[in-house]
């Protein structure tokens, strides 16, 4: 089916609202990191959002950074064709599967900023320690990391849970309503088939974990760029 007889709008901006809900401080999130990018290299001229899903955040990114070429890595048929539909022509889409070793094929290297956003908790502790070693290898010189997710404060564990959006139904309901569109079903049926053998690892441990797996990896550099309750975002360059 083209990607153009969907109509991406409504199911993004629901998608969007499902984010925000469960990760309150997205927006600051997203200026923390871009922030964080131009003092390294100024404006990024290679961007590579790994599990961007239908590309909200590479949208913004496109719109503060009209230059950059941003490429948008997920494995989910149906989100990619959500971000191809709807995206401006300086943002590619490639299906890529992060737990394959040589997903960095499907991406190329060179890359000024390296995002994962409410990604790697789909991946296993080796998916993850494999991933950032790639990651490092397709940086361009100067290139920054930055990996936001579930990340509790392994000092304050019940805090940081009393400070978490209340879990919802949210997601649950944005993926029936996307079911029962009938243009969706050839690919809600892949999504499924490709999902089956991979269900999320939900493996969440702390910063200091990602931080210390980030350094094995080969980075300097690697720790707290930003926190919200039990969410956080590792930098590493
Ligand atoms: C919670 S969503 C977050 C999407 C997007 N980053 C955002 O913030 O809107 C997690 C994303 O990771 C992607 N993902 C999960 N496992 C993956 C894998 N093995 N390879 C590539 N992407 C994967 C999912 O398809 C989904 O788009």
Request: proline share 10%; hydrophobic share 45%; charged share 15%.
């Amino acid at each position: 089916m083209p990607s153009t007889a969907l109509d991406p709008t409504g199911h993004r901006a629901a998608w969007n609202s499902v984010m925000t809900g469960y990760l309150p401080g997205l927006a600051d999130l997203e200026q923390v990191i871009t922030t964080a990018a131009e003092r390294r290299t100024g404006p990024p001229a290679r961007i590579l959002d790994l599990g961007g899903g239908p590309g909200l955040f590479a949208e913004r990114l496109a719109t503060r950074w009209p230059a950059a070429r941003i490429t948008v890595a997920d494995l989910d048929p149906v989100l990619l064709a959500l971000a191809r539909a709807a995206l401006p022509t300086t943002v590619t889409t490639v299906e890529t599967d992060l737990t394959d070793p040589s997903w960095p094929a499907t991406t190329g290297t060179g890359y000024h900023l390296v995002t994962a956003v409410m990604t790697v908790h789909y991946l296993n502790p080796a998916a993850i320690r494999s991933l950032y070693a790639e990651i490092r290898r397709i940086l361009a010189p100067g290139g920054l990391l930055v990996v936001a997710d579930v990340m509790p404060d392994d000092g304050l564990p019940a805090l940081m849970t009393a400070l978490e959006a209340p879990p919802g139904q949210a997601w649950s309901h944005w993926w029936s309503q996307l079911a029962s569109a009938p243009e969706f079903a050839p690919l809600m049926d892949r999504r499924t088939e490709i999902f089956r053998s991979r269900p999320p690892a939900e493996f969440t441990p702390a910063l200091s974990w990602h931080a210390a797996a980030a350094r094995a990896a080969g980075f300097p550099e690697a720790g707290a760029l930003w926190r919200h309750g039990r969410h956080a975002a590792l930098a590493a360059c």
